[in-house]
DNA sequence: AATAGGATCAACCGCCGTTAA
DNA sequence: CTTAACGGCGGTTGATCCTAT
């Protein structure tokens, strides 16, 4: 069988010719709700997988590929949809830190979301903040940034609105940070590390472990950016000295344009600080 | 009210690994 | 062993929405 490839414009909805010469027109574009009924019920009928099949089955003028995107990013059940959450963002950030662009990987990570969905979020959050800062977004310096300053603010954030409001899945989020310090990193920001209980309390509801973040040697809380630890002399002075408590360039909705409180003086310091230091 | 530019996100593309014929 | 089909994944695009002017 032949096919042809028609894009559509928006909702056009494309005449499709199968059968007697063989040929078959593919949709692309946007869903309808009759495509996605149509999805819904085939993939209730024959279940996940065969996509191909499904999609003749069906009788959807699509490609299989098109029909498993569309049911894993949207049709699915329990595809949580909206804002990405304190918690989300800051395991967003914490496990792309450690296995990169591996977007598959990290939504395992956060139930309900998708690769494509936590993929946008590095997008147009992170790479953008990136640009503003003028540096490159897998440099070491921006990757500095994020783990001692917007990673320790969400957790502020997160830790403050912890009191007053269950979480997203919910579940109590009292015990959501530690923030003693510890012996070893007793100068470093107190909101670098975590209680590793953090992260698979955050993915409540799905028995997920945490990424390997301490060796059995390490104390029962962990540093949340796992192979870094802040032993750096200067490191540590300058944490205690950077104040940070105005950041807000980095959370969503609050007006990217804010990214001058990322002032030349802070990157300054990361650069002559961190960057060797870790 | 109009519009230009930026932000967001759904969906497509191409590559790659796996599997079955 | 070879090859084609399929599915999964990351990268990218483009339509739509939002916001500032």
């Given at each position: ?10 909702d056009?909805?494309l ?31 024959l279940?996940?997988g ?16 098109s ?6 990013n ?16 800051l ?69 403050a ?25 007793s ?13 698979s ?19 029962s ?42 002032t030349?003086e ?11 230091d870790?």
């Amino acid at each position: 069988m032949s096919v042809r490839v028609m894009r559509s414009l928006s909702d056009t909805e494309l005449s499709a010719t199968y059968g007697s010469e063989e040929e078959m027109v593919i949709k692309k574009g946007s869903w309808t709700e009759e495509e996605d009924s149509l999805l819904i019920n085939y993939v209730n009928l024959l279940g996940e997988g065969h996509w191909n099949s499904l999609a003749l089955s069906a009788g959807l003028k699509r490609t299989g590929k098109s029909c498993r995107l569309r049911w894993l990013n949207y049709l699915r059940p329990n595809v949580r949809r909206g804002n990405i959450t304190l918690q989300e963002q800051l395991l967003i950030l914490e496990l792309h830190s450690r296995w990169g662009n591996r977007w598959a990987k990290i939504a395992e990570q956060l139930p309900g979301r998708t690769d494509n969905e936590i993929k946008n979020y590095w997008r147009t959050r992170v790479v953008k903040q990136a640009k503003q800062l003028k540096c490159d977004v897998n440099s070491k310096q921006f990757r500095d940034a994020v783990r001692f300053v917007w990673m320790p603010r969400l957790m502020e954030r997160i830790q403050a609105s912890s009191g007053n409001a269950s979480s997203s899945y919910g579940h109590d989020q009292t015990t959501l940070c530690n923030t003693q310090t510890h012996g070893e990193s007793s100068g470093a920001n107190p909101m670098m590390f975590c209680d590793s209980s953090m992260i698979s309390s955050y993915s409540s509801g799905v028995d997920v472990q945490p990424p390997s973040v301490s060796d059995a040697s390490t104390t029962s809380s962990c540093n949340l950016m796992g192979d870094v630890s802040c032993s750096s002399d200067s490191a540590q002075k300058g944490w205690q000295q950077w104040d940070y408590s105005d950041l807000q360039a980095f959370e969503p909705n609050h007006g990217f344009g804010d990214a001058d409180l990322w002032t030349d003086e802070n990157m300054w310091f990361l650069q002559q600080h961190l960057a060797d230091d870790f």
